[in-house]
């Protein structure tokens, strides 16, 4: 069973600048679907980016160009570059499985979270 452990959130002003990470345990990380998910209180969780087993990205439309997933099978984690951040960016932020690229995986695991707050 995998498990994910998110870290990197804080507080950031807008347009500012802030960098997840998310470790992963268990031997079959690299041939998962992977995603960055946030979730707002009393909102779905949604799928943000996400990166296929063969490498096909997914950003949605409100983070493209400004975020930037990587992930590194031999680590076992994945990473989110945040620019240009936004106060509608603010949200509990999760790693988690997909269904290729751009397919959310509802079913878990999840780790903690890493909470996002953009605010002046």
């Known amino acids: 069973q995998v498990e994910f452990v998110e870290s990197g959130g804080g507080l950031v002003q807008p347009g500012g600048s802030l960098r997840l990470s998310c470790s992963a345990s268990?031997?079959?990380?690299?041939?998962?679907?992977m995603g960055w998910y946030r979730q707002t209180p009393g909102k779905q969780r949604e799928l943000v980016t996400g990166?296929?087993?063969?490498?096909?990205?997914y950003y949605a439309d409100s983070v493209k160009g400004r975020f930037t997933m990587s992930r590194d099978n031999t680590k076992k984690t994945l990473s989110l570059e945040m620019s240009s951040l936004r106060p509608e960016d603010t949200a509990i932020y999760y790693c988690g499985r997909s269904y290729g690229a751009g397919v959310p995986r509802e079913v878990g695991p999840w780790g903690p979270g890493t909470q996002v707050t953009v605010s002046s």
């Open positions: 990166v296929s087993h063969g490498g096909e990205t």
């Open positions: 268990g031997e079959l990380f690299s041939i998962y679907s």
